[in-house]
């Protein structure tokens, strides 16, 4: 009883301690002008709606999100150029996404967690939002 | 994305028929679904027939997914309906449907029929709906072909209009008094998201046409083609709205990234190289930052890290006519500053919509700037990696320029991991540099899209 308890409390298998995100299930997706890395990881979420944005494409996101995986991270991936985006979940709560200019990677500030897109996905999802970024100018 | 999907069936007069008609061999007296496996595994995928070759679908990986068959009674046997999952992500969509997609595996089934004379047919079936379709009404085509490809039936509207052939009235006819000439073609458009395609394209079309002479009903058809509307193959699947343009960005192909690019020496061209850098910590040389802001608790198990990015703009003027691409370095996996994962695949990507906060402009001859164009395009060959610390984004903008007579400051950071280049001590070298007259220098950031197209 006490090792399962130890290992409740002291797990760090993001698997087994958060419930990761249905991609399926987001919607109202939008990008922000907004491509400082430090002011894009800086802003709050509930500061995000404050910015103007434009909404993406929620069924292309979930395409895009079909096959992402969490990502097993030694430590912060390097971070290389960011865009900040945010959706809501099934309950409707806003979430911060920001997602990397390379390596198809996100970061999801809602649950703390990084996702990765599938390898023949990732190029045509880094062209999608770049796209998309260009938009918001 | 939408406007690059389509789906056309261009011709179609009546059904024909011409279903696997082999009769199974000593099967054993199992459940329906194991009866079925065996006798595709017997007769139709050991029948060492090639595949169509005009149909991109047929020639997919793909899988048969036995776990998940359901068995179908009808008035003349059994089916078993099967769904087909492709290994990459197909999508479909329908002319008449646009803006609509579907993957390709939840549209697809084969189907195993058994008639009452022990006599066994199979066909791989995909729906696709159309515009009207809905769970109440279900509407679309059904393209029956056989496992290697092959058109069985012609396309089968349900819920077509009056003035196509109905499935059920054609069934109906019962007698094999004439014979007909049809051609049938199929013409499909569909999108490939797995640009590791051997073609190396990432949409794909198929055009195939067919005449038959064939009887206007032929008995040893099996299952009559009105049985497939009340199989429990999928109909109604929620269409997926994507808005995709064409990924003609994406730098798939340098030298067709570079072609606009044209080699002059006339007093009229001149060519420029824009060195754009994004500093971790604008006008400092922190080479690395956490960034402000970050989670707690996170699968990262700390703040994000910023490296930032150096990346570079060309520039080629003739006579006003003005060509610009945007190109950086990067490594074509999530990268970590931690000893064995700091190093990856590299791959060139444009960084028209990155910014920077400060930027170093260089007028360069036409040699000087073919040969950075030559260097720069090394940088997603494979086995060319990126490295956090020896082979960086910043790296490989100083080398672009310095292995072709232009040398930038490189200043090398350190960090607990490893040190190199890095675009903060980039930054404040270019800050600090004494400037050629042929160089200019800009803080801030500015839009830097690609301009100019080519035939």
């Given at each position: 009883m006490f090792l399962i308890l130890f290992c409740i409390l002291f797990n760090t298998d993001p698997n087994l301690r958060l419930p990761l995100i249905n991609w399926n299930h987001t919607k109202q997706w939008k990008i922000y002008k907004l491509n400082s890395s430090s002011r894009v990881f800086a802003i709050p979420t509930d500061s995000i709606p404050s910015l103007k944005g434009i909404p993406l494409n929620d069924d292309s996101i979930h395409i895009f999100f079909r096959n992402a995986k969490l990502l097993r991270v030694p430590s912060s991936p390097a971070w290389m150029g960011c865009y900040l985006t945010s959706c809501e979940?099934?309950?409707?709560?806003?979430?911060?996404?920001?997602?990397?200019?390379?390596?198809?990677?996100?970061?999801?500030?809602?649950?703390g967690n990084y996702y990765q897109l599938d390898d023949a996905s990732t190029p045509l999802w880094l062209d999608y939002m770049r796209r998309a970024y260009i938009k918001t100018e | 994305m939408t406007n690059k999907l389509s789906f056309l069936a261009a011709s179609l007069t009546l059904l024909l028929f011409g279903c696997a008609k082999n009769q199974s061999k000593n099967l054993p007296a199992t459940d329906p679904v194991s009866q079925a496996e065996a006798f595709f595994g017997e007769n139709v995928a050991g029948a060492g027939k090639t595949s169509n070759k005009a149909n991109y679908r047929a020639n997919q990986l793909r899988t048969i997914q036995w776990s998940a068959a359901t068995v179908?009674?009808?008035?003349?046997?059994?089916?078993?309906?099967?769904?087909?999952?492709?290994?990459?992500?197909?999508?479909?969509?329908?002319?008449?449907?646009p803006g609509h997609v579907y993957p390709l595996s939840d549209l697809t089934s084969l189907v195993i029929s058994r008639d009452?004379?022990?006599?066994?047919?199979?066909?791989?079936?995909?729906?696709?709906?159309?515009?009207?379709?809905?769970?109440?009404?279900?509407?679309g085509t059904y393209i029956v072909e056989?496992?290697?490809?092959?058109?069985?039936?012609?396309?089968?509207h349900s819920g077509a209009p009056s003035n196509q052939p109905s499935p059920a009235a054609a069934s109906s006819t019962k007698e094999v008094d004439y014979t007909q000439s049809i051609q049938v073609c199929d013409d499909i458009e569909g999108?490939?998201?797995s640009p590791d395609d051997p073609s190396g394209g990432v949409a794909w079309s198929e055009t195939t046409c067919t005449t038959y002479e064939f009887p206007a009903a032929n008995p040893q058809a099996g299952m009559p083609p009105a049985r497939l509307l009340s199989l429990p193959i999928p109909r109604y699947v929620p269409p997926l709205e994507v808005i995709v343009a064409p990924p003609?960005?994406?730098?798939?192909?340098?030298?067709?990234?570079?072609?606009?690019?044209?080699?002059?020496?006339?007093?009229?061209?001149t060519y420029t190289v824009q060195v754009c850098v994004d500093q971790p910590d604008p006008g400092t040389r922190q080479p690395w930052t956490w960034a402000p802001g970050g989670v707690t608790g996170t699968s990262a198990a700390s703040n994000p890290l910023n490296v930032g990015h150096t990346f570079l703009v060309l520039t080629e003027n003739s006579q006003g006519n003005i060509i610009t691409r945007n190109i950086g370095f990067y490594p074509a996996s999530p990268i970590f500053p931690v000893d064995g994962y700091t190093a990856a695949q590299g791959i060139l990507n444009n960084d028209d919509g990155?910014?920077?906060?400060?930027?170093?402009?260089?007028?360069v001859s036409a040699n000087q700037f073919f040969g950075i164009l030559n260097y720069l395009s090394l940088g997603d060959n494979p086995g060319f990696d990126y490295d956090l610390n020896s082979d960086n984004c910043t790296t490989f903008a100083i080398n672009a320029l310095g292995t072709n007579g232009i040398t930038l400051p490189s200043t090398k950071g350190s960090w607990p991991t490893g040190s190199g280049n890095d675009p903060g001590d980039l930054g404040e070298d270019i800050s600090q540099m004494q400037l050629d007259p042929n160089m200019t220098r800009n803080t801030g950031s500015n839009p830097h899209p690609n301009v100019g197209t080519c035939n």
């Amino acid at each position: 009883m006490f090792l399962i308890l130890f290992c409740i409390l002291f797990n760090t298998d993001p698997n087994l301690r958060l419930p990761l995100i249905n991609w399926n299930h987001t919607k109202q997706w939008k990008i922000y002008k907004l491509n400082s890395s430090s002011r894009v990881f800086a802003i709050p979420t509930d500061s995000i709606p404050s910015l103007k944005g434009i909404p993406l494409n929620d069924d292309s996101i979930h395409i895009f999100f079909r096959n992402a995986k969490l990502l097993r991270v030694p430590s912060s991936p390097a971070w290389m150029g960011c865009y900040l985006t945010s959706c809501e979940d099934e309950k409707g709560y806003l979430m911060k996404i920001i997602i990397s200019q390379y390596g198809g990677f996100i970061l999801n500030s809602f649950d703390g967690n990084y996702y990765q897109l599938d390898d023949a996905s990732t190029p045509l999802w880094l062209d999608y939002m770049r796209r998309a970024y260009i938009k918001t100018e | 994305m939408t406007n690059k999907l389509s789906f056309l069936a261009a011709s179609l007069t009546l059904l024909l028929f011409g279903c696997a008609k082999n009769q199974s061999k000593n099967l054993p007296a199992t459940d329906p679904v194991s009866q079925a496996e065996a006798f595709f595994g017997e007769n139709v995928a050991g029948a060492g027939k090639t595949s169509n070759k005009a149909n991109y679908r047929a020639n997919q990986l793909r899988t048969i997914q036995w776990s998940a068959a359901t068995v179908q009674p009808y008035s003349g046997g059994d089916a078993v309906i099967v769904p087909i999952s492709y290994r990459h992500n197909l999508f479909i969509s329908h002319k008449a449907d646009p803006g609509h997609v579907y993957p390709l595996s939840d549209l697809t089934s084969l189907v195993i029929s058994r008639d009452s004379t022990d006599h066994w047919q199979s066909a791989v079936i995909t729906f696709i709906p159309d515009s009207a379709n809905s769970q109440a009404s279900p509407r679309g085509t059904y393209i029956v072909e056989d496992w290697q490809g092959n058109t069985i039936y012609s396309p089968i509207h349900s819920g077509a209009p009056s003035n196509q052939p109905s499935p059920a009235a054609a069934s109906s006819t019962k007698e094999v008094d004439y014979t007909q000439s049809i051609q049938v073609c199929d013409d499909i458009e569909g999108y490939n998201y797995s640009p590791d395609d051997p073609s190396g394209g990432v949409a794909w079309s198929e055009t195939t046409c067919t005449t038959y002479e064939f009887p206007a009903a032929n008995p040893q058809a099996g299952m009559p083609p009105a049985r497939l509307l009340s199989l429990p193959i999928p109909r109604y699947v929620p269409p997926l709205e994507v808005i995709v343009a064409p990924p003609t960005s994406a730098i798939s192909s340098i030298a067709d990234y570079f072609k606009c690019f044209t080699l002059g020496s006339s007093p009229g061209q001149t060519y420029t190289v824009q060195v754009c850098v994004d500093q971790p910590d604008p006008g400092t040389r922190q080479p690395w930052t956490w960034a402000p802001g970050g989670v707690t608790g996170t699968s990262a198990a700390s703040n994000p890290l910023n490296v930032g990015h150096t990346f570079l703009v060309l520039t080629e003027n003739s006579q006003g006519n003005i060509i610009t691409r945007n190109i950086g370095f990067y490594p074509a996996s999530p990268i970590f500053p931690v000893d064995g994962y700091t190093a990856a695949q590299g791959i060139l990507n444009n960084d028209d919509g990155h910014q920077y906060n400060i930027s170093l402009t260089i007028i360069v001859s036409a040699n000087q700037f073919f040969g950075i164009l030559n260097y720069l395009s090394l940088g997603d060959n494979p086995g060319f990696d990126y490295d956090l610390n020896s082979d960086n984004c910043t790296t490989f903008a100083i080398n672009a320029l310095g292995t072709n007579g232009i040398t930038l400051p490189s200043t090398k950071g350190s960090w607990p991991t490893g040190s190199g280049n890095d675009p903060g001590d980039l930054g404040e070298d270019i800050s600090q540099m004494q400037l050629d007259p042929n160089m200019t220098r800009n803080t801030g950031s500015n839009p830097h899209p690609n301009v100019g197209t080519c035939n």
